[in-house]
C-alpha cells in the first residue's frame, strides 16, 4: 500500500495546532508541513517525522506549486489548516485536489464577519446589529446607527485580536480608527480595510461545537474583565437543562445551515439573555483555547481525530477499530469537566 500523505497550511501557534500532526501521523500519514516562518512553531522541533516545506504561504500560486511537489511523490489523502487565517487557502486547496473538506465559499462567507451577519439576518438568525465602517467619514454615523455600548471589531481577524467592548463615543471613535488604520494581520500579511461596529449583547456565553453538521457538544465560556474579550476558562461539556440546550443546539445548526457551512467543524459563539439567544459568529474551525482537548479528557470524544477521519472519509465507528488511537482512560463520558486556563493558556484564542 502507497505512504499517503497529510499537508497542513500553516497552525494556530497554540491549542491544537500540534494535535493535527500527532493525530495525523497516527493515523499513518506522512505529515508535511507547509510555512512561511516555521520559527513560529515550538512544536516543530519535537516532530522529526514531519516533513517541513518552506514557501510564501499568502501566494496561493507558491502554495500550489508545494503541493504538487508533494503530489508528484507520493498521494495526497488530506489537506487542512487549524489557523484562522489559511482557511480559505486550504479549503481552495482541497477542492483543486479533488479532496473532502469544506466548501471555500462558505468559509469566505464566514471569514468576512459583516456579510455573515448579513446573511444571518437576511436567513431570520438573531444577531447583534451591525454596521460596516470603511472610512473615517463613516464612523459617526454608525455609532449613531447602533448606539452604545458597542462592539468593535475587525472584518477579518482571528481570536479576540482587536475586538473591543465602547462605552462612550470617544472610546468607539478612536477603537474605530485603530482598525482603519491597521493594514496587516497579526502575521504581517495585507488585510481588507473596514472595521465593524455591533450593538453589545449582555448575557452568558457559550459555544457549540459542530462537525459536519453534527453538534458534538455546547461549551460555557467565562471571560476575563473588560473591555477586551479573553477567554479565561471553559466548562465542556456546559451544564444546562435539556431545555436551554436544546433552544442553543437549535439555534446554531440554523446559523450554519444559512452560511451553507454543512461540511467540516464550526464553533459557533452565541450569548443567552432572559431566553434569548443571539449567534455573535460563526467560525469554520474547530475551537481555541484548547476546548477540544477538554472535550476529549471529558467524554472521550477526540474532536481534531474525528475531523481528520472525517476528510479521509472513514465512518466514525470505524475509527476506533482502524487506529488504536484512543484518549486517557480516566476520562470521565457524560459527566462535565470544568476548568480554569492559566494566563498563556487563557491567550490562546487569540493566537494565530
Known amino acids: 500500500m502507497a505512504i ?8 494556530n501557534t497554540s491549542g491544537s495546532g500540534a494535535d493535527f500532526i500527532l493525530r495525523a501521523q497516527e493515523l499513518g500519514l506522512v505529515t508535511v508541513f507547509v510555512t512561511a516562518s516555521p520559527e513560529r512553531y515550538s512544536f516543530l522541533h519535537g516532530s522529526p517525522e514531519l516533513d517541513l516545506r518552506i514557501c510564501d504561504t499568502s501566494s496561493d500560486v507558491a502554495i500550489s506549486a508545494v503541493v504538487d511537489d508533494v503530489a508528484a511523490v507520493m498521494p495526497i489523502e488530506l489537506l487542512t489548516t487549524s489557523s484562522d487565517l489559511y482557511l480559505h487557502a486550504a479549503a481552495l486547496q482541497a477542492r483543486r485536489l479533488g479532496l473532502i473538506g469544506p466548501d471555500p465559499d462558505a468559509i469566505a462567507l464566514c471569514r468576512d464577519k459583516a456579510r455573515q451577519a448579513a446573511a444571518l439576518r437576511e436567513g431570520g438568525v438573531g444577531v447583534p446589529y451591525s454596521a460596516v465602517v470603511g472610512a473615517d467619514c463613516d464612523i459617526r454615523n454608525a455609532i449613531t446607527r447602533i448606539g452604545l455600548p458597542a462592539v468593535v471589531k475587525p472584518i477579518s481577524g482571528t481570536g479576540s485580536v482587536g475586538v473591543t467592548l465602547v462605552e462612550t463615543e470617544t472610546d468607539a471613535i478612536q477603537a474605530l480608527r485603530n482598525l482603519l488604520g491597521t493594514t496587516t494581520d497579526v ?6 480595510s473596514g472595521a465593524l461596529i455591533m450593538s453589545y449583547i449582555a448575557g452568558d456565553e457559550f459555544s457549540v461545537e459542530i462537525l459536519d453538521s453534527r453538534v458534538i457538544g455546547v461549551t460555557r465560556k467565562h471571560l476575563g474583565n473588560l473591555p477586551h474579550f479573553v477567554e479565561i476558562g471553559h466548562d465542556a461539556p456546559a451544564m444546562m437543562s435539556p431545555q436551554l440546550r436544546a433552544q442553543i443546539v437549535c439555534e446554531a445548526l440554523r446559523a450554519i445551515a444559512v452560511l451553507r457551512h454543512a461540511r467540516g467543524p464550526a464553533h459557533v459563539e452565541l450569548r443567552v439573555h432572559q431566553g434569548s439567544i443571539t449567534i455573535i459568529e ?16 471529558a467524554t472521550g470524544f477526540d474532536l481534531v481525530l474525528a475531523f481528520l477521519c472525517s476528510l479521509l472519509g472513514v465512518p466514525p465507528r470505524l475509527r476506533a477499530q482502524a487506529r488504536t488511537v484512543r484518549s486517557d482512560s480516566s476520562c470521565r463520558s457524560a459527566k462535565a469537566f470544568s476548568t ?7 491567550l490562546s484564542t487569540a493566537s494565530d
Open 282 to 297: 460563526v467560525n469554520p474551525r474547530l475551537a481555541g483555547g484548547s476546548i477540544p482537548t477538554l472535550f476529549r479528557h
Open 187 to 192: 502575521r504581517g500579511r495585507p488585510i481588507q
Open 340 to 346: 480554569s486556563l492559566s494566563p498563556a493558556s487563557a
Open 4 to 11: 499517503s500523505a497529510a499537508i497542513f497550511i500553516e497552525s
